[in-house]
Structure formats: C-alpha cells, structure tokens
C-alpha cells in the first residue's frame, strides 16, 4: 500500500526525531580519550566506540540516538558488522549509561512506535569537542540497500546477484567522488564540524506558526541506491547521498571545489515518462490546470496522483504534505480531479502507486548521467531528478 507520498525513503535525517544509528561510522578510540576503562574484547570496544561517536553526533543536533532493544533486530545483516550482535550492544548501552556521561531512555518491551534512546549530556559534549578529531565512516559499508514499504521501512536481507554487483560497482566511482569533493554551503549555519543547520517558518498540525528545523552532516559523503521491496520490480531506485538534503534555496549558494555551483533539472520528468509509455504526446504545460489553481498546487498534485492508491488517499496527502502551500480538503479535491480532466491521456496511471515505478526509471537515468560526468573529471551532486554541477565546467578527457 502507497503511504508515503514522495517515498523519500531515506529522510530520517530530514525528520526531527530521535537520530538513527549509523553503524559505518565511529571514532576510533573515543571511549578511552573520554576516560572509560579498556574494552573487555575487540568487539566490545569497536561497538561501544561507535555507539559514543553516535551519540555525540546527534548531541551536536540536541537530538537522542534511537536504538533497538529487540534481539529479533540483531540478526546477522550486511548492513552492519557481526560484532553488532544483541548482547554486544546492550552491554556497550549499560557500559555507557553506567557513567553517566549519556543518559537513556528505555522503552519497555512490547511498546511499538518508537525505541529506546541515548543522550549526550553536556558534559560528554564539552569532552567530545576537545577531542579534536573527526569521525570515520566505513568504506566498505554496503551502498545497495532494500527496505521495505511498510511503516517501519525495515532493512531487508537480500542475496546478490550479477545485476547487483554491476549496481555496487556503478557506484564506486561516484563514491570516489563525493569523497575528494569540498562542499561549501553559506546558505546554511554551521554548528559544529561539517554539521549545517536550517531552519524556514512553517506550521505545525493545528495551524500555529513554528519554525521548521533540520540538519546536514556534510562529512557523510557516502552515497547509497535505495530500492523497495523487491529489486527484481523495478521499484525505486534513487540515490542519497546527505548533500542532496541542504534546502533548494541554499543549493543554490553551493560551492563545490570552491566553484559557485547551478543545478539543472530535468523538466517535467515524471509526467514526460508517463506520456512516453502512453505513446502520447505531452505539450509543454503539464502543470497548467486552469480553475485557479497554482503552478505549485498543480505540481504537487500531479507527482501525488501518480503516487496514491486512490482519489481519497491522493487528496488527503496533498492537505498535509506541505505545510507551506495550506491546502485546505475541498482545494485538494478539486486539484485531484483537474489533474485527472487536464492528464485524460495518462488516466490509467493515476492514483495507482506508479510513481515508485518512475522513480526507478529517474534513478537509472540520473546515475548513468552521473558515470559519465565523474569519468571526464567533473564533480557532480545528483538530487533524483537533477545535478548540481560547477557552473563553469573544466572537463577532461572520458575514462576508457
């Protein structure tokens, strides 16, 4: 079932939540530069390092780290090391609770809908900002990733294949990449090392004025092909990387490499795909639905047709997916059914959870956009349907 709109299926750093685990990242040794005894094991001590790092990172956003408590969570995985095991982690929790530099709060068992969470206290902050030294993130930590569609967007296990392999493979270079690359951003505070902070006016669910908040962690440059369900469907597809996640109004005070930055999208994707697969022509409006009804409201409309299961579901996403717009119910409604009048030609697509489909196609087209700009020596960022690349263009030869 369609529940999420956009299938942003990597937004947990968009969310101001609890942060999650980022079990490829750590900083060697922290445990003792704070003070804490020697590891009992290797596996203890590379657990219990990488749970610090992680707690300090998200005391840098005043967020709590989420963590699971459910042993079923612990299951050998290619997402993580083996030395992540249940007894590993809940040991390397009570360890560092026990010195009351974190503080955690534990969900009872059976409670569903959040986990336990430790916090960094300020006193573990002021050790971690003398430290001094920067985290490092695994480069062999897997960047083909399946999850599934449900509420919980569980990691999902999958066994690999030559079209996988040739997936992870694609990827290298691109990684190779982002990782010499040197991103600046003046559009957005920095907080702490490489950690950007934005903020817009917005509304919360009962219509109040509030001010929307996220952060950017420009130092996790790895990026990673995200898939739904089942590779074997063709669903989804697009690579994240955190770059792509600085707001659209300051993308454009990027600067890579120390070059001012343009980002050139392709125009109308999704609704072009559509009518592509149709064998219609699509003219050069697809967004103009008459009755009043803006540019934006129709965009916004259209992209969730393609995505919602139904009418009903459609409208009430288009309410609270942007909290800018305020489209009230009876505006959606009436949006919903302009776009099916103004798309006749695309009708059976619509409102039939095709747009996870067109994604995948998007996804293939922006990464093989992205080989191919990387093999003649040009930094690119790509974000879904868009690159972001220097504004004046040194290229070099292609790669054989």
Request: positive net charge; charged residues 30%; aromatic residues 6%.
């Amino acid at each position: 079932m369609a529940n999420d709109f956009r299938y942003n299926l990597d937004d947990d750093q968009l969310r101001e939540r609890d942060h999650p685990l980022v079990a490829s990242c750590r900083l060697p040794g922290i445990a003792e530069a704070i003070g804490l005894r020697s590891a009992p094991s290797a596996a203890h001590e590379l657990v219990r390092d990488t749970y610090l790092t992680n707690v300090c990172m998200a005391g840098e956003a005043d967020r709590a780290l989420s963590y699971s408590r459910h042993r079923a969570r612990y299951r050998m995985s290619r997402y993580r090391r083996s030395d992540f095991t249940y007894g590993n982690v809940t040991r390397v929790a009570a360890d560092i609770v026990g010195t009351e530099l974190v503080t955690e709060d534990r969900t009872e068992p059976g409670v569903r809908g959040r986990q336990s969470t430790l916090k960094a206290t300020p006193e573990l902050m002021a050790l971690w900002s003398n430290i001094g030294r920067d985290p490092i993130y695994d480069g062999s930590a897997e960047t083909i990733i399946l999850k599934s569609r449900d509420e919980d967007r569980r990691l999902l296990e999958y066994v690999d294949t030559p079209a996988v392999r040739a997936m992870r493979d694609d990827l290298r270079p691109i990684n190779e990449m982002f990782a010499s690359m040197d991103v600046e951003v003046p559009g957005g505070k920095e907080i702490a090392n490489g950690l950007l902070l934005f903020e817009r006016h917005g509304k919360d669910k009962d219509g109040r004025p509030v001010i929307k908040r996220h952060h950017v962690r420009l130092s996790q440059k790895t990026g990673r092909r995200i898939f739904a369900e089942q590779f074997n469907r063709n669903l989804h597809g697009r690579l994240y990387v955190a770059f792509q996640n600085i707001p659209s109004a300051a993308r454009k005070t990027m600067r890579i490499n120390g070059e001012a930055c343009i980002e050139l999208d392709f125009e109308a994707m999704h609704p072009t795909l559509a009518y592509n697969e149709a064998g219609v022509r699509m003219d050069d409006q697809p967004y103009a639905l008459g009755r009043g009804i803006t540019r934006n409201e129709a965009k916004l409309g259209l992209l969730i047709g393609f995505n919602a299961d139904d009418r009903l579901s459609a409208a009430r996403a288009l309410v609270r997916d942007d909290d800018e717009l305020q489209i009230p119910y009876h505006q959606a409604v009436k949006i919903i059914d302009a776009v099916f009048e103004r798309h006749d030609p695309i009708r059976r697509m619509l409102c039939t959870d095709t747009g996870i489909k067109f994604m995948n196609i998007d996804s293939r087209i922006t990464v093989g956009a992205m080989k191919a700009l990387v093999a003649r020596g040009i930094p690119v960022i790509g974000v879904h349907d868009s690159l972001i690349v220097p504004l004046v263009l040194r290229a070099r030869p292609a790669r054989k």
